[in-house]
């Protein structure tokens, strides 16, 4: 399923309170409710914020709160947006927007730290209230549509989309309901606020308290027609993406991964790196980004979903077999995203 199903004329008036509301609180002015705002190219915009301050929010979470240097307005979202992180280190990350929208001078972003995970650990070990960072974006890949009904599952840290997707739905008066995942309470960010927005449409559901979620039963929450909105670990969205169609025929699902998508219908092909001559072995089951990032650590990347463009690099030579959803026809000659697309044939050359 996509997010291609239109609900009928009278189906659509709880959506476009939505977007009624949304427009009301984020540019403080009375709009058509059927107005949206244009989408945001790739460098659109980019600048610079201060972090006000840092809470845990949740073991292992903390929750940032930036601003303007000189306390202007930041660019407008919409809920399920996010934005590219430039830390100090120079890595570049990308994280969910999840604060207020209605809050035009701050961003908010939550991050769990990872063992492994480079950028989570800087964040919580090197960034500090009054530091300087500079954002991209926001950008939206997952965007909140008119639907006569909402249900949202988010797993662990995959609230932070999902989180400002339910506060618009519930100011708007829509028919909502959100299911919670995690491995316990103290790991999972954002419950107050959560059930402070209407405890009856909140089900909080800890695994140490009700054991591993069966996303089937959870996906027959959805009212008929709902648009249906996932995100957390893979293991929850490929379930999501089997049953989804059959818990709902008449509705929608739409989905979020913040690691790189399995490939599940790859074949071995070479790299070669022009600059310096090497040439790398890409495995079926494995990103063309990853294989780089072996050989060039510093490969800048973002979504590892093939739509913000990070991971653009020039093809010199081969077949690309694109998988993305940004470059154009045109682009596509000469360029691929690298998390996302794959040879076609036995190798590629790249400018790298």
């Known amino acids: 399923m996509t997010a291609a199903y239109t609900p009928p004329a009278a189906l659509r008036l709880v959506g476009t309170a939505v977007d009624a509301y949304l427009d009301l609180f984020v540019s403080g002015r009375t709009a058509s409710l059927l107005s949206r705002p244009s ?45 590219d992180v430039f830390l100090p280190s120079g890595l570049q990350r990308r994280y969910s927007l999840c604060g207020d929208l209605r809050d035009r001078t701050h961003y908010r972003i939550a991050v769990r730290h990872l063992p ?48 400002p997707m339910a506060r618009a739905a519930a100011l708007a008066g829509a028919r909502w309901h959100l299911v919670y995942l995690g491995r316990s309470r103290a790991t999972m960010p954002f419950l107050d606020e959560l059930v402070a927005m209407g405890p009856e449409s909140v089900t909080i559901r800890p695994d140490d308290e009700y054991g591993a979620p ?19 670990p893979p293991p929850v969205l490929e379930r999501a993406q089997l049953h989804a169609f059959t818990a709902n025929p008449s509705g929608s699902l739409h989905t979020e991964r913040f690691s790189a998508a399995t490939v599940l219908d790859g074949a071995e092909f070479d790299l070669v790196l022009a600059r310096s001559g090497t040439t790398i072995r890409v495995g079926a089951d494995e990103p063309a980004l990853a294989a780089i990032r072996r050989a060039v650590p510093g490969a800048a990347y973002s979504c590892r979903q093939g739509f913000c ?6 093809v010199l030579a081969g077949e690309v077999d694109h998988r993305d959803r940004t470059l ?13 697309s794959r040879a076609a044939g036995k190798s590629l050359t790249l400018d790298l």
């Not at 996303?215 to 249906?228: D, H, K, N, R, W």
């Not at 463009?309 to 020039?314: D, H, I, K, L, Q």
């Not at 154009?328 to 996302?340: F, G, K, Q």
Request: hydrophobic content about 40%; glycine content about 10%.
């Open 39 to 83: 989408p945001v190219r790739h460098n659109d915009f980019d600048f610079p914020v201060v972090v006000d301050r840092i809470e845990d929010v949740a073991e292992g979470v903390a929750a940032l709160t930036m601003s303007a240097p000189s306390g202007a307005e930041l660019p407008r979202w919409r809920p399920g947006s996010h934005v």
């Open 116 to 163: 492994d995970g480079a950028g989570s650990t800087e964040i919580h070990r090197a960034i500090e209230p009054g530091m300087p960072l500079r954002l991209r974006g926001p950008r939206n890949a997952f965007e909140f549509v008119d639907a006569p009904a909402y249900l949202f599952i988010a797993g662990g840290i995959g609230i932070t989309p999902i989180l």
């Open 214 to 232: 069966e996303i089937e039963a959870l996906l027959g929450m959805a009212e008929s027609g709902a648009a249906v909105y996932v995100c957390g």
């Open 328 to 340: 154009t026809d045109s682009e596509r000659s000469t360029h691929m995203l690298s998390c996302v």
């Open 309 to 314: 463009g990070t991971c653009r690099v020039a």
